[in-house]
């Protein structure tokens, strides 16, 4: 074609083959669709999650080396990668959920999640029960005919209880109820949710899995086929799906996950020991303590602790506030999961719809402070931590 217009050659670039050798990092499929010789590949595709690229709302070699790479770490058959960690937990629910089903939650989960359930129970008749993330035998009181799935956190936000997940999964799978499980704040590197019986894990890939904070993404990993193809199939459906940029990003930040979670656990152990030590804190909520309520369960159920702990000031709410406004290399900011460590007041941002009543339920004080731990070197956080609660 050697004739062609500039007109034209602008428009049909050329994509060179690559004769004999390919790339180290996996490439960037930066394409919106995909080209076909033949069109029955390219009808048996627009079907299903494991047919030829097709259109990027389906499906992309980019997104799918993600969705592979979680579902790997996760022990799973399949993902569903999203363009958000609402965007998975929207597409599970929504997919899986129905007008008259009910629902059984832990009682501490991420906000966005309990809004999204205030949602369903008020515009789709959907009902719920909250229990206690670490007792089988509420959860087993609380199923009835109508009850479909179970909703647990593997650590839940801000005071990082641990969840049950042998107990509380095998009473849903004796019961023939799903469980999904968010497992943002353990990652695959400190917990496998499906390995005790969960059948749905989420992320909000956000976090640790990109672990930069220069990127918003989920994910959904299935035990089974079934309800992959289904989840699938309501999420391109929604829209929901995720960028190829994006995912690209996630995927540069998982070949650095184990690394980063050693040092952010180590760092939050440190840090929760000194400052449990400090005649100015009243209390500090981290699982590896041993004063802390989930503390046997998570010895048993999780390598490290993970990088997330709270704590309360003598001095209250004035005192939280203080800190956060002390601090100078900490960042006050909300998210987690990035190489920066953040501090935030959990009952003026992330909890602040949650009245009196709701916040003692989730274990938050007016004054509780928020840290996620970065992969900074511990002596200078504690530097700073130190001269901010003088
Ligand atoms: C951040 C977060 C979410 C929501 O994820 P987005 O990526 O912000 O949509 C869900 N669950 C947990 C535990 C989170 O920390």
């Not at 209880?161 to 019961?175: F, H, I, K, N, T």
Request: glycine fraction near 10%; include cysteine; charge should be negative.
């Amino acid at each position: 074609m050697t004739d062609l217009r500039p007109e034209t050659r602008t428009v049909h670039l050329p994509q060179p083959p690559l004769n004999g050798s390919r790339p180290i990092a996996t490439p960037l499929y930066q394409t919106s669709g995909f080209v076909f010789d033949d069109p029955a590949v390219f009808a048996d595709g627009m079907k299903r999650p494991d047919g030829a690229f097709v259109y990027g709302r389906l499906s992309n070699p980019t997104v799918r080396a993600l969705e592979e790479a979680v579902a790997g770490l996760e022990g799973g058959v399949a993902a569903v990668a999203t363009a958000s960690g609402m965007g998975a937990i929207n597409s599970v629910l929504l997919a899986l959920l129905r007008p008259g089903d009910h629902l059984i939650s832990q009682n501490a989960i991420y906000g966005g999640t309990a809004s999204v359930i205030g949602d369903l129970v008020e515009r789709f008749g959907i009902e719920v029960t909250y229990v206690p993330e670490d007792d089988p035998q509420a959860l087993r009181e609380a199923i009835r005919p109508s009850t479909k799935l179970v909703y647990l956190e593997t650590i839940a936000n801000p005071v990082t209880q641990v969840a049950d997940l042998p107990g509380m999964c095998g009473v849903a799978r004796e019961a023939g109820l799903i469980s999904v499980v968010d497992n943002t704040f353990a990652s695959p590197i400190l917990c496998r949710p499906l390995e005790h019986g969960a059948d749905v894990v989420v992320h909000s890939t956000t976090k640790y899995l990109s672990g930069h904070a220069d990127v918003l993404g989920g994910i959904a990993v299935f035990a089974d086929d079934e309800l992959y193809r289904k989840v699938w199939k309501f999420s391109t459906n929604l829209g929901a799906t995720a960028d190829p940029f994006a995912s690209w990003l996630t995927l540069r930040g998982i070949q650095t996950l184990p690394l980063r979670m050693e040092r952010h656990c180590a760092n939050a152990h440190e840090l929760a020991l000194r400052l449990d030590a400090h005649p100015a804190v009243s209390v500090v909520h981290w699982p590896g303590l041993p004063s802390h309520r989930s503390y046997a369960l998570a010895g048993k159920l999780l390598p490290g602790f993970g990088g997330v702990f709270s704590f309360d000031l003598v001095g209250g709410r004035e005192a939280g506030e203080k800190f956060m406004s002390s601090v100078r290399l900490a960042l006050l900011a909300p998210s987690l999961g990035g190489v920066e460590t953040l501090v935030m007041q959990p009952s003026t941002t992330s909890h602040k719809s949650l009245n009196a009543e709701e916040l003692a339920r989730h274990g938050i004080e007016e004054g509780t402070v928020r840290v996620a731990v970065g992969i900074e070197h511990v002596e200078d956080l504690w530097a700073d931590f130190a001269q901010a609660l003088s």
